[in-house]
């Protein structure tokens, strides 16, 4: 069964430093997304992405956010400058059009 | 602006039965029902269009009534491994497809 793959399963990196985090999606899926759940609350969308190109964002996808499709299967988020409150879980999920979303099983960030 | 979910928490014996609402103050073009277990990533449950369809996955069911803005979730004679969090995303008829989860209800079913 196809599935939305993240890499790496966990992250720890310093204050200040620069992340990306990585997720193939379905293949065939046009629609992409990042997801994040801080420890023990709900999950917060960041960003939609679909035809190269950032369709929505969130109000806490700000300037040190940025998404990219480097080639034909990966999908990225980096984090500019890594702050604590930015540690949580980032899912990338998946859809073909306004279906269900697919989520991978996440990067668990630890910013220290 | 994200769905409310009740109740927030719910305990239940296996066997009996449970409702969790999602409601928006927003037009709604779909929701989205994931159960999520600790530590893992949200799975896909069902999806309702508008339209105020109704829809079943074994013996978990949910509504939609688009004219309130409301769905609800159904579990009946809940398994053990009913046990996790409940989410509902909405996609708002003027989003092209940003899908706003609640807060989640958290579901525990004893033996």
């Known amino acids: 069964e196809p599935e939305v793959t993240q890499t790496p399963s966990h992250q720890v990196t310093q204050m200040g430093q620069e992340v990306i985090l990585r997720c193939v999606p379905i293949s065939n899926h046009l629609y992409f997304y990042w997801y994040r759940q801080i420890l023990g609350q709900k999950v917060e969308f960041l960003v939609s992405f679909y035809n190269n190109e950032i369709s929505e964002k969130s109000e806490i996808f700000d300037d040190q956010f940025s998404v990219e499709r480097p080639d034909g299967s990966n999908f990225t988020l980096k984090i500019r400058s890594t702050k604590l409150e930015d540690s949580a879980m980032y899912f990338c999920a998946s859809s073909l059009g306004r279906q269900e979303a697919f989520f991978g099983q996440g990067t668990r960030l630890t910013v220290v | 602006q994200q769905p409310v979910q009740s109740p927030q928490a719910v305990i239940l014996r296996e066997g009996e039965d449970a409702v969790i609402n999602c409601s928006s103050s927003?037009?709604?073009?779909?929701v989205h029902w994931y159960r999520q277990k600790h530590g893992e990533a949200p799975v896909f449950l069902m999806i309702l269009l508008k339209g105020g369809e109704q829809k079943g996955h074994e013996k978990i069911s949910a509504s939609f009534n688009e004219k309130k803005q409301q769905s609800s979730l159904y579990l009946t004679a809940s398994q053990l491994s009913y046990s996790g969090t409940y989410f509902c995303?909405?996609?708002?008829?003027?989003?092209?497809?940003?899908?706003?989860f609640g807060s989640g209800t958290q579901l525990t079913v004893l033996p």
């Open positions: 995303g909405t996609v708002t008829t003027g989003s092209a497809r940003q899908l706003t």
């Open positions: 927003k037009a709604l073009y779909s």
